[in-house]
């Protein structure tokens, strides 16, 4: 019961910012560094970056950099503003690593945007930084969620979140993202959030009043689709970098956590595997592709500049690494590409019950380790396999899955002519929608055998080359158990019993 109020009484004061982040907090742990920051947010009060300011910063930096930078638009949002994109080129025509940087994908993380404005004015106009375009071309997209980012709400004008939408792409905005995304195919992809310090679960297992002790969480794809290497190069190179270099500075870090309850009992989740958050969606298309949480959501201009420094620092350190290591990212992305591995259609977390993290108590302004239940995603094993398709077949009359597949970014071709051939059928085992509402659908969780069949495919059935580089991300929305997947995520209906409209045609040599 006492625990119940407690809980009660910071949710009643979690909205404001002392319960986030009391000033004797700020004051020990995140206190401000002695640095000049000339962008718009620093100009004026407490209210941040509005769009039109960003834009007339963006054009006057454009402007006195011709050649080097130019602005052009990936789309529109719902609301029909037009989300502009920073492209900075260097000098020298080379061949380039393109770096894709990302902020504001929740409208309610202002301090992402300002970080990347602040990293556009010191790659433009530092000379320290120079160097860096000699091998790397940058493109910022400073606001991708405008709309919800003009009155600082996490979600789109149609009430959905970008960052559970990377799979699905239910939102004008992720369908923009994404096919930008895929034509400019950038090697490195780091998207920039902010965390909220307090969370309401945290006062069911401490009574001190705690907060989260970090300056910034790392979200690295422990999807095990994504090739191995791939995942040990951003892990070991650019996660391990980016962690010395704040260390460096007395910057805290951790990877990522996010809490939930099972069965009334908070478990923390450390790291992430699902397609529909930027992280493992851009590692699946064969990006060195980390997303990260900086402190910021709900603590106004609170050690703000502390905040910028700790994203420039990091986003310095990401190119640094990238420099450094060009012809190894390139080669481990191209090889990436031609992945052929069995593919892992379900997985499972690794739970353990003595995960040790710390907080800041704020009832005595310490720092105190908790031992806590977590789930490890970074240590995932795989539940359900199945062999790599050289094909999959998608009947005619499904327009919408290959419509998804082709936003997505995934080749979809169709058949000029009627083949009967022998392929694996899935027939529906199982079948359930959850009870809750997940933005705006029921998921499906459906469970399928598989059995070799001869059929009859008419000429127009789509069909899907595995052997493309985007064979993973059609393997991950197209087996019909995978999390965030076309079934799960309801693209396509189906019910028990049936036959799926998505066959595997197999290796034949196999
Ligand atoms: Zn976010």
Not at 29 to 57: C, L, S, V
Not at 178 to 200: K, S, T
Not at 265 to 277: A, L, Q, T
């Amino acid at each position: 019961m006492i625990k119940y109020l407690f809980a009660l009484l910071i949710l009643v004061q979690a909205g404001t910012v002392w319960a986030q982040q009391p000033a004797k907090v700020a004051k020990k742990y995140f206190a401000d560094p002695e640095i000049d920051i000339q962008t718009p947010w620093f100009q004026k009060g407490n209210k941040f970056t509005t769009y039109d300011e960003m834009m007339t910063y963006i054009n006057k930096l454009v402007a006195q950099h011709p050649g080097i930078a130019t602005l052009s638009y990936i789309g529109k949002t719902q609301k029909g503003v037009e989300i502009p994109a920073v492209r900075i080129v260097g000098k020298t025509r080379n061949t380039k690593l393109r770096v894709l940087f990302l902020g504001r994908v929740h409208g309610d993380e202002p301090g992402s945007t300002e970080a990347m404005l602040y990293t556009l004015d010191r790659l433009l106009n530092d000379p320290n930084m120079t160097y860096l375009l000699e091998r790397l071309e940058i493109t910022i997209i400073p606001m991708v969620n405008i709309d919800g980012g003009s009155h600082l709400e996490r979600v789109t004008a149609n009430t959905l979140d970008l960052n559970r939408d990377q799979s699905k792409l239910a939102t004008p905005e992720a369908v923009a993202l994404r096919g930008f995304y895929n034509r400019y195919a950038p090697q490195v992809v780091i998207d920039f959030h902010e965390f909220q310090p307090l969370r309401a679960d945290y006062t069911l297992i401490s009574s001190d009043n705690i907060t989260n002790s970090f300056d910034a969480m790392f979200l690295y794809s422990g999807n095990l689709n994504v090739p191995q290497e791939l995942r040990d190069l951003t892990s070991r190179k650019f996660v391990g970098n980016a962690r010395k270099a704040l260390d460096a500075k007395q910057l805290r870090h951790h990877d990522y956590f996010t809490t939930t309850k099972k069965f009334g009992e908070v478990v923390f989740n450390v790291g992430g595997i699902n397609p529909r958050s930027t992280a493992n969606a851009f590692s699946l298309g064969n990006s060195v592709a980390i997303l990260m949480e900086l402190r910021g959501v709900k603590i106004g201009k609170t050690s703000l500049k502390r905040r910028i420094v700790t994203a420039f620092t990091l986003a310095e350190s990401y190119l640094k690494t990238a420099y450094e290591n060009c012809d190894e990212v390139m080669r481990v992305t191209e090889q990436a590409a031609r992945n052929r591995q069995d593919i892992v259609v379900t997985s499972k977390a690794k739970s353990v019950d003595d995960y040790v993290l710390p907080f800041i108590s704020m009832n005595t302004n310490e720092m105190i380790d908790l031992t806590v239940n977590a789930s490890l995603s970074l240590e995932s094993t795989p539940t359900l396999t199945r062999k790599r398709p050289e094909t999959y077949y998608i009947s005619a009359s499904h327009t919408e899955i290959a419509r998804k597949l082709r936003e997505l970014g995934v080749t979809v071709e169709t058949l000029g002519q009627p083949e009967t051939i022998n392929v694996e059928a899935y027939t529906v085992d199982s079948y359930k929608a959850e009870y809750t509402l997940f933005e705006k659908f029921y998921p499906v969780k459906v469970k399928t055998t598989v059995d070799t069949k001869q059929v009859s495919f008419p000429a127009g059935t789509f069909v899907v080359p595995m052997n493309q580089r985007n064979g993973n991300v059609a393997a991950s929305v197209l087996e019909p158990e995978a999390a965030n997947g076309f079934i799960n995520y309801r693209v396509y209906e189906t019910e028990a019993g049936a036959e799926l409209p998505v066959y595997r045609k197999m290796n034949s040599d196999k």
